[in-house]
């Protein structure tokens, strides 16, 4: 079989970077994957990895879990795709429905992009207003909405990440610090015309940064005061923190809700939903259009339902055996870190982590920023060195998966000590 270096020499020919999504690049080429099973890939020059990128979160339940994967199979008997209503369309909403009672009513979609899409383009028929907030650090997907970074020059107005966006969308997203009500409150004294504000319950997308005590029930007073609809980006939180998500954490009800990764554990599946009068704006009875070929196909409604059902029956067991590995895991790396006089700050919350090289609490972008880029590179390659694989960025968060061993583990923690030493250097 063709090695990874040839593989990407190959690639590099044919497909933009070599790579089909820009943050599975990183330098001088990244492996190759020939399989996966449990908690671990197997790349084609022979070597293998736990996996703790776990597909940036999708992978809840580790790679191929026996009963999606038998669940699926029987689909493929039946069929792949109809565009034509079936039973399990509705199975599966209201599977998810009672898990996260704030979706009432419920649009299958494909990816994470498209919820968000669909969730502010009904924020704005809803309210008949123009504007949205989101916050800096916070990703929602790749569509021109979204994909804008607080401006230099006029505060809170937002700049496109991408050439080939257009201004004129991206100067209607307004751009808050994460943390910062006092921000997010002064602006929505300001501008009447904001249709909704779109946040990650816990942002999962620049390293991870929690929010402060009452920085979320303070954002869904202040929305609820002012009409504005408040959307919950539970793409990452979404059946990881719990099988309500992060509103069930929080206890907080958003408007409007959208689903993704854990969702399908590995198949592609999403969702946005929310109150019934929202939800009903969409076409064809409602204004607000949004439509696509491969919604609600057969394949991935099948790992949904079989997905959320899993992790259901699972839950008494799944949510505690994740949190106890992460704080475990967690509580490991900091002591290795304190003991090596290496300054750095962890921040956690269920099965998820990362590491931050600074002397400095991590609350919002400006604050991530300030962390040692070149060790974490080296934390990276170090552990890659050593058979762990997580994102190759420090704006990424570390995941555990249920198939995560107490011996994997135990590999785990020895490979962060040696990486961690390569780090101090
Ligand atoms: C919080 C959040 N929202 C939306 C998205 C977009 O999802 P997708 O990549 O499935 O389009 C992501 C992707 O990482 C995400 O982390």
Redesign the pocket.
């Known amino acids: 079989m063709a090695s990874s270096k040839n593989l990407f020499t190959r690639a590099k020919k044919i497909i933009p970077s070599g790579i089909n999504s820009p943050v599975r690049y990183y330098p001088p080429y990244p492996f190759f994957v020939k399989k996966a099973k449990g908690s671990v890939m197997w790349d084609v020059d022979g070597k293998n990895y736990l996996d703790y990128c776990n597909a ?2 999708a992978l809840l339940l580790g790679h191929r879990p026996k009963e999606i994967i038998a669940d699926v199979k029987k689909q493929m008997d039946r069929g792949t795709l109809y565009c034509a209503p079936t039973e399990l369309e509705v199975n599966l909403s209201e599977l998810i429905s009672g898990n996260y009672p704030s979706m009432e009513k419920i649009r299958l979609v494909n ?6 899409m669909t969730a502010i383009r009904l924020a704005r028929g809803f309210t008949k207003k123009k504007k949205i907030i989101k916050f800096e650090g ?5 569509h021109d909405y979204v994909l804008v970074k607080a401006g230099s020059g006029a505060a809170h107005i937002g700049m496109s990440v991408s050439e080939g966006s257009l201004d004129e969308v991206s100067k209607n997203t307004l751009v808050v610090q994460y943390n910062n009500f006092h921000e997010l409150q002064s602006l929505l004294e300001q501008d009447d015309d904001i249709a909704a504000v779109i946040v ?1 319950p816990v942002l ?2 620049m390293g991870l940064v929690l929010p402060e005590k009452d920085f979320l029930n303070d954002m869904r007073k202040i929305t609820l005061e002012k009409n504005i609809v408040l959307i919950f ?1 539970e ?2 939180t979404g059946f990881r923190m719990s099988p309500g998500g992060a509103q069930k954490y929080f206890s907080i009800k958003p408007d409007v809700t ?1 689903l ?2 854990a969702l399908g554990n590995g198949f592609p599946i ?1 969702a946005v939903g929310g109150k019934t009068e929202i939800m009903d704006m969409l076409s064809p009875e409602g204004k607000v259009y949004q439509a696509s070929t491969y919604a609600g196909n057969p394949i991935s409604v099948s790992a949904g339902i079989s997905s959320v059902k899993t992790m259901n029956k699972l839950k008494s067991k799944l949510y505690p055996k994740l949190e106890k590995n992460c704080a475990n895991l967690v509580s490991a790396i900091h002591d290795l870190a304190s003991d090596m006089k290496i300054p750095h700050r962890i921040n956690s919350i269920s099965s998820m982590f990362q590491i931050f090289f600074t002397d400095d609490a991590v609350v919002d972008y400006s604050s991530a920023k300030k962390s040692d880029m070149i060790k974490f590179k080296k934390l990276f390659e170090g552990l890659l060195k050593n058979g762990v694989f997580i994102a190759p960025s420090q704006f990424e968060t570390v995941f555990l998966s249920y198939a995560h061993s107490k011996d994997d583990l135990k590999e785990t923690i020895a490979a962060y000590e040696k990486a961690l030493q390569v780090v101090k250097q």
């Open positions: 940036y979160g990816t994470g992009s498209e919820a968000t916070c990703y929602h997907g790749a990650e999962a997308n980006d793409v990452v959208t993704g990764k999403a």
